[in-house]
């Protein structure tokens, strides 16, 4: 069957090779395949697969068009969710850039001689992210936040050979899970600390009572299923190294234009989600898994993923750049390798560089402010409603909780009538909620009348 | 002749002049005006601005299309990394997987409201399950390691529902594997055992047969193997292991080298990972992000616990009564979520793209073409003494073949890493180099479907071009690369404790004394 896609598919060239490898027939090159195994061409071709025969570009370009039109798509800024993956304005020059060929379809930069423009966009990345962080060194991209900590968890095993890990009550409960996967061969035990149920900040004291024989303590910064930023995040960086135990830290990027940051905090460990720098939804992936450590040699060592750095030609001439400490990874190492990842989110990681670069300083701070304002405009604006906004009384950033007067469920699903995608019932998703609670988010998509559209239709409703 | 370009392009840091990048300033004053100043707590402020660069909207563009100009996918020419099948990633798919409708579907949007995108993604679980000849799959994993990883967490369950998972503690793997299996194997608490491989290229079968016990818990293989090369006593293999009652993982990396030819579920495999990045078109951006599915065979585990009902992560199913496509989220018999929702669903659209363009008649002809274009490839490299083809003699290879420079390195001291810079050089990307590790000077080499007849003549030709030079004057293949955009890198400086520089801001403090060497 000739194809576009498939050069040697063309008739003639496929029979001159096949002639001058000296076989007759496609199939004599299988002739080391069992017999019971090969798969019929007829039964093959009745198999449920596609549309049971090839389509033209026309016919699958409808059929997709359908596929897309068949959902309900909420303009991003009648989208007032968050939950660990936020719609946000996307620059034209963003994806313009991620998509340029050279990058899109190359593979990992084995050859770097030939690769120095990918290998410096994810250098750059690992730069930016670490100013934002104010971590000295941060790894080439994980999967998503959610992997990340898992691995940030194998990782502070592995460095002290303890076994009880602290987690907040109010951890993202797909991280959680995540986590549970990662950690559960492992013997590790993941104990959750309490969180005041008027403030949401973590209870200091809990911490205290449970931080004996400690591994690591994890805080979640904000928290994503109540938009608190915790004031006891530098408490708690103390109690875990007074317990000689490592602290690590769950960010958002974009929180840290405005609030105190993983290095300041003396975090050993610092994950994130970077899905917030320009990346799409995408009903869940591909997003952006940050990693970060502190510069010392044996945390480093213990690192997961692929790690880009600087150096120079042999002769010293220009600058270059390649992927290091190698010897960490599964390509060398195998069983005894830090982690099994390879392939990561290297075009989700230079998409947020190109995002960062592109915002520069002001910008991103612009957006922080942005998402500050919005959140906390939208819940007073909630509150003179009547009703409890924001639910917890603690500094949040973005999202936060709001006690409804009826099944939250209803009220977000009456508000898809109107165009509008109204926050989580977080009910469906962590064990300590009331089916009232809903979560919701803002962010610098929405501009004020986005705002005052949605109180107006939530008033309506009452 | 090719010469790629050097730009000699600066940092990004080093652009940084204060100039205005994209800002959305406009309204902040309107709720400033209501709400006063930004007010967070003192204790929780950021101290110091980031060092971020400032740089306007044009000069952004030019920085990272001069850098892309600086590297090279397989839009630029063939990239014969073996193992990577690293085929044509078609601009349907991408202009496809990029629609906006797509991009602002949130994870959590109510299910009813999205079932043009389930009944899809539903669908290309059937698809896959039809292609592996499994029962189920789960479209989540974010990559093919995370897709064993999902598979050995499934084996551990399995073997912790049959109450077995104390003794069950040893993961059979052949030599010729991919990193990444022995790496799945331990990230899944398991101990490995390596198995040999014989002349012909197969796993070492009594040297398997021994390696058996009862701490057996399964056995992962690639199929063909990186070797290119099919296991011909599978159905053997597959008795045996199950005999122990351990499972039989499929590392599905090298399905190119099959596709519509002969399926894992056929051959007795438990579990199969697909990289969606390799066998099904979805670009590998420079390193990621990929889709790595799980498809399984379903079975009975004990009582009325089927194994599907151990997969990780979420699986899209039909509610008949409902009319309605749902997700059905992992149970209590799972080990959980390997990543956040559902999964890498652009990738996912794509592949769906690419299969319901191809059909099950295009899918065949792409691994047919795939074969035809490896053994091509070897006939053409027969008559070279430079290079030989180590196991496997006479057999012929499926989606790779690994060729080994040993012969020429004995002769002239020229390795394998030489001839992929001089590869490099004439405009081809090198093979995959040093892997596996049971050949010496290794250079495996995967055309995929995508590459013309001519590229791969032109290839050939010049390795061997590369042979003569190298016969003629040893010393000149090791100044390669020339016509790249460095020259060879220097990788000591790279990984010395006090030159290591993995930011730019660690490069800046060590710079100003405030970080020693990193020892
Ligand atoms: C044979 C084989 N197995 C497993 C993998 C791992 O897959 P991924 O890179 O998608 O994690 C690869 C590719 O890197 C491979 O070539």
Redesign the interface.
Known sequence: ?E?E?????NEQ??K???D???VKD?L???????K????D?EK????????????D?IE??K??D???????????SK?F?G???W?H???A?V???A????????????????????L?????Y???I???L?M???N??M?????ALGEAF?MSKRINDKSKILIPETI?P??L??A???T???EISLISYKVDPNTGYSDIEDIKSKADDLSAIYLEYPYQYTGI?D?N??AISEIAHEKNALFIMGVNPLS??????PG?LNADIAIGEGQPLGL????????LGIFATK?N?EY?KQMPG?????????????K???M??QTR?????????T??????????A?TA??Y????????????A??I???S??AA?QIKSLGFKSPLFDG?FFGDFVVEFNEDFEKI??KL?DFGI?FG?PLIQYVPWAKNSWGLLSFT?VH??SDIDFVIDKLKSLR | MFKQANWNEPLIYELSNGREGIRFKGNNEEFKQILGDISIPQSLKREKEPELPEVSEIEVVRHFTRLSEMAYGVDSGPVPLGSCTMKYNPKLSLKIATDKRLAFIHPLQPESTLQGLLKALYELQNWLASITGMDYCTLHPAAGAQGELSGVLMIRKYHEIKGNINLKDEIIIPDSAHGTNPASAAMGGFKTIEIPTDESGNMDYDAFLSSLSERTAGLMLTNPSTLGLFEERILDVAKIIHEKDGLLYYDGANLNGILGKARPGDMGFDMAHLNLHKTFSTPHGGGGPGAGPLCIKDRLVKDDIMFHDLLPGPIVIYDEKEKLYKIKWPGKYSPGLLKSFFGNVQQLIWAYTYILTLGPQGLKEAGEIAVINTNYFIKLMEDSKGYSLPYGNGRFRKHEVVLSAEPLHEETGVTAEDVSKGLLDSGFYAPTIYFPLIVKEALMIEFTESETKENIERFANRLKEIEEIAKKNPNEPKQWPINTTVRRIDMVKANHPKTITPTYRAGILRQKGILGPLR
């Open positions: 069957m194809h896609w498939i050069p040697n598919s060239v496929k001159s090779m096949l001058y490898i000296g496609v004599d090159l299988y002739n080391d395949i069992p019971q195994v090969l798969i061409e093959w071709n009745n198999l449920d697969i596609g549309k049971k025969k090839p389509l570009q699958v370009e059929i997709m359908n596929i897309l039109n068949n959902n309900k798509i909420f303009d991003e989208q969710i939950g660990g993956a719609p304005y996307v620059p020059a994806q313009y850039l998509e340029r060929g050279e990058i899109l379809t190359a593979y990992t930069p084995y050859q770097p001689e030939i690769s120095q423009g990918l410096q966009m994810l250098f750059e690992q730069s930016l670490s100013d934002i104010e000295d060194v941060v080439a991209s999967y998503d936040m959610a992997s194998l993202n797909f991280h899970s995540v549970k996967s990662y559960s061969p492992h930023v004031i995040a530098k840290l234009m405005l609030y105190k940051t300041e799409g939804l995408n009903f869940g992936g591909p997003y510069w040699a480093v692929r790690l880009i750095g600087m150096t120079t030609s042999i002769d010293g001439s220009s270059a750049f390649a290091i400490l990874e599964q390509h060398i190492r195998r069983s005894k390798a982690s099994n990842i390879t392939t990561n989110s290297s075009l989700s230079i560089a190109i960062i670069s592109l915002l520069g300083r002001k910008g991103l701070k612009d957006v402010e942005s500050w304002y919005r906390h405009y007073k500094e977000r699903n898809i995608l989580i610098e501009s004020k």
